[in-house]
């Protein structure tokens, strides 16, 4: 707790001289920096909850101290989507949105909260040290973080500061025993990713006010400005994602520098991190964490498999995942991930989550897994296998993706020499960019966005489509044409108009006509289109072989004006 009370963070005098943030056209020092969040403290109003927008790392510090001086609660949103917005300013009586560009101020967002620009103005020696110097509240509830969505809603989770502050100290005492030189090798922070998240915070924030190591106040994206913010930069730290990892591979673009890269966000591969150690000249470490409970294991991933626990975290595993006890979070918390843990050295290994596992034909795969493995698909410059919620047992693969376009046959042929042939997508959607968050994640509902926009397009208006497939073990197959058994066109006939009556709540009364026009395999998938539901109406059945669309039969049926002879 010492060691919090002498920092930055509480504007100890020891640090209020030092440099805090580079700025393109002037180094701030950590009195300038608190000066001006008392400043803005005063501007605050009523304001009940403050949702820090900023996007540069002096606006938002400014902010962030702003808001804990005055005992405000602070909101970081996963997004600045108006939706995303407009729930999370619901805990608050009154809340502010604090910005540092007027023109990124949406007239939407007035509806909701009072907007404030930060736009602070260094005033050197203005405040004493005794005027700066503050107690914070260590234990209230001091900021509210929300979950990246990658799984489902964004889940909110509080925050004290004294758990932040702590999971700082936890952070620099890894990097003290992982560096060479130890954190003294960290002269300066250079962050990639928007400070709003768990991941920013504890790298970019946490670690520069507890530890007064200076952050860069631009947020370079592209390798090109990654590589001129540390050409003039004393030795640095990056704070990256993997895809910002390689896209430097991808530019073979080298750093000067770099006394470490700290990855995190999404699973990083070993080759990728071994390519990116080359061209940094430094190690490449990566964290597994939480937005409930920051870093809980750090490795460096080039080399080492297992995940080596921070300090002071213990890890359990349990049927349905993993418990973490640590100071710097609430302990116990729940993991997800399945681990496998060796008792003589805590180290441990991830073997997936539970929730995370899909079934598909009586087959077991991690989705987490196969879009590592789709990270090395030629070609492929962003892409994520995606499996829509429709809760139907034929329901298949899709894959999302982004860049040139890549054909079918390219893709499957690549991915069959790696995978069950069952987890093939179906769908191939190709996108100029996939929908990931600032962070690097892809919220669910992002991608539910997506295919029900691909979906809508390629669906002919007035169409109604569902999809079945007959097993091989099916017990009218054997005996049926022996050695490649076809469905019976009578079964396929069945499904079709089951599958009708089900979904239109409305049995068939009579069968008009029907066509063959070539038949279904066992385990195809079969897909019905028919048209919106009146009394008669024509369906289509079709199969995807070889990327080729064939039409197995066609018909039309009259439909029984009562539902009540339906199977449930």
């Not at 700066?132 to 209230?140: F, G, M, S, V």
Request: net charge neutral.
């Amino acid at each position: 707790m010492q060691q919090l009370l002498e920092s930055p963070l509480v504007a100890a005098a020891s640090h209020l001289d030092r440099p805090a943030v580079v700025a393109a056209d002037r180094i701030w020092t950590w009195r300038e920096i608190h000066s001006a969040s008392m400043t803005l403290a005063r501007e605050l109003g009523d304001a009940s909850a403050v949702c820090n927008l900023c996007t540069s790392r002096l606006s938002f510090l400014v902010t962030w101290l702003a808001t804990l001086r005055s005992r405000r609660l602070m909101i970081l949103p996963p997004s600045g989507g108006n939706a995303d917005l407009a729930d999370v300013l619901k805990v608050a009586a009154q809340p502010l949105i604090v910005v540092d560009d007027e023109h990124a101020i949406q007239s939407a967002w007035r509806d909701a909260a009072e907007c404030l620009v930060c736009a602070p103005t260094p005033r050197p020696r203005e405040a004493s040290d005794a005027a700066l110097a503050w107690q914070p509240a260590w234990d209230e509830t001091a900021v509210l973080l929300y979950t990246s969505g990658s799984t489902g809603a964004p889940e909110p989770q509080p925050k004290t500061l004294r758990h932040l502050a702590i999971g700082a100290l936890v952070l620099g005492a890894r990097l003290e025993d992982d560096l060479a030189g130890g954190l003294a090798a960290v002269q300066r922070i250079v962050c990639s990713v928007p400070p709003q998240h768990m991941f920013g915070i504890e790298t970019s924030v946490m670690l520069s006010l507890i530890h007064s190591i200076p952050v860069l106040d631009a947020r370079p994206l592209l390798p090109a400005d990654v590589q001129a913010a540390f050409a003039d930069s004393p030795a640095a730290a990056w704070i990256a994602t993997p895809l910002h990892l390689r896209s430097l591979v991808q530019m073979n673009i080298a750093l000067s520098n770099c006394s470490v890269v700290i990855a995190s966000t999404m699973p990083l591969q070993a080759a990728l991190a071994e390519q990116a150690e080359a061209l940094v000249g430094a190690p490449v470490l990566e964290i597994y964490g939480s937005t409930e409970t920051g870093v809980v294991a750090m490795r460096r991933t080039a080399q080492d498999a297992d995940w080596r626990p921070v300090q002071d975290v213990r890890l359990e595993s349990v049927e349905d995942g993993a418990l973490a006890f640590g100071s710097h979070f609430a302990s116990p918390a729940k993991l997800l991930d399945q681990i496998d843990i060796d008792a003589a050295t805590s180290r441990f290994k991830l073997l997936g989550r539970q929730a995370d596992l899909i079934k598909i034909a009586g087959r077991r795969a991690s989705l987490a897994g196969l879009n590592l493995l789709l990270q090395d698909l030629p070609g492929l410059d962003d892409g994520v296998f995606y499996l829509p919620a429709t809760g139907s047992p034929t329901e298949r693969l899709c894959l999302i993706h982004s860049g040139a376009p890549l054909s079918r046959s390219t893709i499957e042929q690549w991915l069959r020499t790696r995978l069950d042939p069952v987890f093939l997508p179906r769908t191939i959607i190709r996108l100029d960019r996939l929908p990931r968050s600032e962070s690097g994640k892809l919220p669910r509902r992002a991608l539910d966005e997506v295919y029900a926009q691909w979906q809508a397009a390629h669906t002919p208006a007035g169409k109604r489509q569902f999809e079945f497939v007959v097993a091989a073990d099916h017990p009218s197959l054997p005996g049926h044409f022996p050695g490649r058994p076809i469905v019976p066109g009578v079964l396929l006939l069945d499904r079709v108009l089951s599958g009708i009556s089900a979904r239109l709540q409305r049995p068939v009364r009579t069968l008009q006509q029907v066509k063959f026009a070539a038949a279904l395999l066992p385990d195809e998938t079969a897909r019905v289109e028919f048209e919106a539901p009146s009394d008669q109406l024509k369906f289509a059945v079709h199969v995807l072989r070889a990327g080729t669309r064939v039409t197995l039969a066609t018909g039309s049926v009259v439909l029984a004006k009562s539902s009540s002879t339906v199977p449930s």
